[in-house]
């Protein structure tokens, strides 16, 4: 009786669904003779199954339905292939599906329906979702016990059919109710299953994410919560936020703070950083809190909420405000014995080089002299000590005073101020010894002091605002130089701070029409890095009318890009809040427009990886204009700034540069090796080197000064061995052209940065959050290396030490929990990603142990050897806070 129902099921299927037919009996037969002998019984037991399913005797219904259920059940639960019941009743599936049709409604229409639903796991065709058509209609059982592939297949079912329901919503009522029901099922199977990535994602293509937190616990809340935070990166907005949101709450309620802590930087809610220290009762754990904000650069207000002891608060906020950073940069500094000052010359390596670059190095021009106080203030940032302004007092040469005036007019400014950068973070000593210049006869001298001072409190806050006191007053000096230094020093020093005092100054300077243009430009940079990320309307409006109020030769000055900067600033990554002003932005000039909103653009998307935006500025870019535009420029630089927020959108942001390089106009080839740099600052990629080395030979003298700065950036503070050769070949190459030669030297000088201890990159908690105000600083440095002959490498050279706001040390140091450096054994090795991988997988590959404290490259790790203590951080980077484990065992 068998084949006659195999035929039947063959012309049902016709009608119901195109399944092929079943082939002739003849083929069939052959095929028969193949299976073996086990199989054949099986596929006789299952044509008698299917038959007895359509006996008109519910009983016997009954027994078959119940028979069949167990013969698919026990073969879907591994299912590395197709299992062989559903291999053989694949030409009865029409055949069941027509008898489904016939049958009135009981308990027993269910279960077929639920045997359906797993038969069209291989036998629907596609587009039907004929799976969950039938899941729904069947009974409410476990849908687990059917195995992974089914519920998996499901779940893109269900996905499919919310966005067809959501479609028709617009038209007609959709409920969705039952799918959701079925969500909840499948969303408890996945997460009981170690599947948590797959949960995820179908609650996304639902948006039903609330459901996630009745179903994590404390096993599988980590690996949740990794993968989201992962996943928000690929997400548009509004839904990234909605995944961190979630993500926050759910760190929050297993207490796991210091992650919450990260996700709250992440989205610039003091809110929710104030309930993470309200939510964690332990002490200690706040001053892991303090030291992870101290090196984002939050200027976050502790009140009484958080801490009611006084005594308490005050150490919170003296870690908060930076204040120990010099004594553990010099603490990582004499552990590695690099405390021994090093001069220019040690750098160049000249006597490596053939003959005609050493000759030529030897003439003591003011431009030379300018590139060693660079290299140096660079080389030995944070150390205290040098060869060239802080020489022994018993030196008979007279110390500081003989190099200052070894240059030339402004190059005192830069000399003056390197003082305060090899001083830098130990506000104490430094301003002690910055006092000395301020009673110079030569403004010069003042202002690069004045500077001084700000880099010095660079990133270190303090109640008693000593740079605020010294600087306030030379603001509304005669001397532009003077004026310019102070107002530089304002900006650097409470860079993202939002000081209401320094705003209304520095917008009453934008307003004085009497102020020349440079004064005006760096008031407005200034205002844009202490207002940095902050929306600050006032501060928008000053700046635009300041743009309004310049004349039409004013508009042709190079300086004249700080403005739409400064305002670019105020809304660094906040995205769609820009609009406003930047509808406003398409009143000003034409000759201005463009630039300003290419910048305004760039810097509100900087950081978050918006693809549509990278596209809109390469649209940009592709336009082949006249030579006078300068807008290009930003809108390259603009790719780098939006691409730098992951991996995936790095390496196609690169690629991308490469072509704009083929084809681009000279002001786009100008901008891309700045771009570069921006891109791998700090980690140097062979692919970018190479194409960075060969346009540091290019016939246009611009764009090769923009690569051979980007080679230090790069390089910046790696030591690369690499780098460093190819730079003293380029000092021996260009050894007779000093514009280049300088752009050479900077860049010996960076990539020797605090002697390889510190690092430029804006990012770091293993890449998740962007420093703001380190990147404004980087993007006014590149934005000025946009015009190297009039700005970078012309007068304004001191634009350099804007680079001052990315300084971090690259260090992990552990401290005990009186906070004083202990010293323990780490793992550190390149960093693996492990979002949604099972198990326990390893995070660091290749590494080698070491005793803190210890040097972190770009893609490294660090993880703990040892289980004596315990990290009070998730990741180990910077200060780190060790408690001893209680359960710690020494084996003896």
Known sequence: MAPDLNKASGSAS????????PPSKKKEDKKDEDLSEEDLALKQQLELYVERVQDPEPGIQKLALESLRQEIRSSTSSMTSVPKP???LRAHYGALKAHYETMAESDLKKYLADILSVLALTMSAEGERESLKYRLLGSEGDIGSWGHEYVRN???????????????????????HDLIELVQQIVAFHMKHNAEPEAVDLLMEVEDLDILSKHVDKTNFKRTCLYLTSAAKYLPGPDDLVVLKIAYEIYLKFGEYASALQIALFLDNSQYIKQVYISCDDSLQKKQFSYILARHGSAFELDDDISADDVDREVLEEIINNTKLSEGYLTLARDIEVMEPKSPEDIYKAHLLDGRAS???????????LAATFVNAFVNAGFGQDKLMTPPTDSSSGGSGNWLFKNKEHGKTSAAASLGMILMWDVDSGLAQLDKYFHSNDNHVIAGALLGVGIVNCGIRNDCDPALALLDDFVDKEDPSVRIGAIMGLGIAYAGTQNEQICSKLSGILNDAKAPLDVIAFSAISLG???????????????IFALMDRSESELQEPLIRFLPLGLGLLYLGKQERVDATAEVSKTFNEKIRKYCDMTLLSCAYAGTGNVLKVQNLLGHCAEHLEKSETHQGPAVLGIAMIAMAEELGLEMAIRSLEHLLQYGEQNIRRAVPLALGLLCISNPKVNVMDTLSRLSHDTDSEVAMAAVISLGLIGAGTNNARIAGMLRNLSSYYYKDAPLLFCVRIAQGLVHLGKGLLTLNPYHSDRFLLSPTALAGLITMLHACLDMKNI??????????FLVLAMQPRMLLTVDENL??????????QAVD???????????????????????????????????????????????????????????
Request: with cysteine; proline share 6%.
């Open 14 to 21: 016709k009608n119901e669904a195109p399944v092929k037919a």
């Open 86 to 88: 559903l291999k053989f």
């Open 154 to 176: 499901l779940a893109g079912e269900i996905a499919q059919e919310y966005t067809k329901r959501q479609a028709m919503k617009r038209t007609e009522e959709a409920p969705i």
């Open 359 to 369: 000759a030529g190095a030897s003439v003591d021009s003011a431009r030379q002299n």
């Open 529 to 543: 890095l202490v207002c940095v990320s902050s929306c600050n309307e006032e501060v928008a409006q000053a700046i």
């Open 792 to 801: 970078a490498s012309g007068k304004y050279h001191y634009v350099l030490y």
């Open 820 to 829: 004083k450096p202990l010293s323990v054994p780490v793992r550190v090795g």
């Open 834 to 892: 492990v979002v949604g991988q099972a198990g326990r997988p390893k995070t660091i590959t290749g590494f080698q142990t070491h005793s803190t404290p210890v040097l972190l490259a770009a893609g490294d790790r660090a993880e703990l050897a040892t289980e004596k203590y315990i990290p009070l951080s998730p990741i180990l980077e910077g200060f780190v806070i060790l408690k001893e484990n209680p359960d710690y065992r020494e084996d003896l």
